[in-house]
């Protein structure tokens, strides 16, 4: 399958829309609910954003996962940006550094399955969320 | 840039959004319909989402924006149309829109600012 995997530029604005268009399809593509499909497309834009926002741009995986019998959709987005220099707050609600209301990454870890952070100053950033289907 | 259009019914603003809006649009709407409230001497807003499968922080933050500029412009603003799989996303984002009026259709909306506009 075509979309089994895609690699995709975020460095404008309309590349987070891009992000959002192809995320739904390759969600849609899965068998994600309706619902699941809103929330995942909504932490592509999410995380988009951050990168775009923090790191002035960067690059969004779409894949297919499978695990034993469950398939999930797994979106990794990277960025050589200035990193964070602390998760934990990073990922505490309300948080903000640019011009958000701080929800983005703690909002996006609530609306996947899985989500993890990796970085560091200066080593720019990657988050890797998966979203199973039911 | 797609520029949705901005409807005028007597005092009220109907804009219906049937794309999927960058940030920079976004932003855009937010000026137009600053303007054209002050143009139009408009009492109410209406923002019609029923077309827009995803409400991110950021369009979510403009609409709360929106409501709070037409606010102090004497327009009441109300989004309506909100799919059901885009509010159940919003509440679990940990997106709240205060101070922005929801109703499920136009019809209802439009009760709304009447409602809100009749004296007493």
Do not use: C, Y
């Amino acid at each position: 399958m075509s979309t089994e995997r895609q690699e995709l530029t975020i460095a404008t604005n309309g590349d987070i829309v891009l992000a959002r268009r192809q995320v739904r399809i390759a969600a849609a593509e899965l068998g994600l609910s309706l619902v699941d499909q809103t929330k995942v497309v909504t932490v592509a834009s999410e995380l988009a954003r951050n990168a775009l926002v923090h790191a002035g741009g960067g690059r969004m995986r779409v894949e297919i996962v499978h695990n034993g019998p469950r398939r999930g959709l797994r979106l990794t987005v990277v960025d050589e940006g200035p990193g964070i220099e602390d998760v934990e707050q990073a990922l505490t609600e309300g948080f903000s550094t640019a011009n958000g209301l701080g929800l983005g990454l703690s909002g996006s870890r609530r609306l996947v399955d899985e989500f993890d952070l990796v970085s560091a100053p200066q080593q720019g950033t990657r988050v890797t969320v998966i979203k199973w289907a039911r | 840039m797609t520029r949705p259009p901005i409807l005028k019914l007597g005092d009220i603003l109907i804009v219906s959004i049937q794309t999927d809006l960058d940030d920079q649009e976004a932003l855009a709407l937010q000026d137009d319909l600053a303007e054209a409230a002050v143009a139009a001497r408009a009492r109410g807003v209406i923002i019609d989402i029923s077309a827009v499968d995803v409400v991110d922080s950021f369009i979510g933050r403009t609409f709360a924006t929106i409501a709070a500029i037409t606010r102090i412009l004497d327009a009441e603003t109300v989004v309506v149309g909100m799919r059901p799989a885009v509010a159940i996303t919003m509440v679990e984002l940990g997106l709240s829109m205060g101070g922005v009026r929801t109703a499920l259709n136009l019809t209802q909306a439009i009760e709304m600012l009447n409602h809100a506009r009749s004296p007493g």
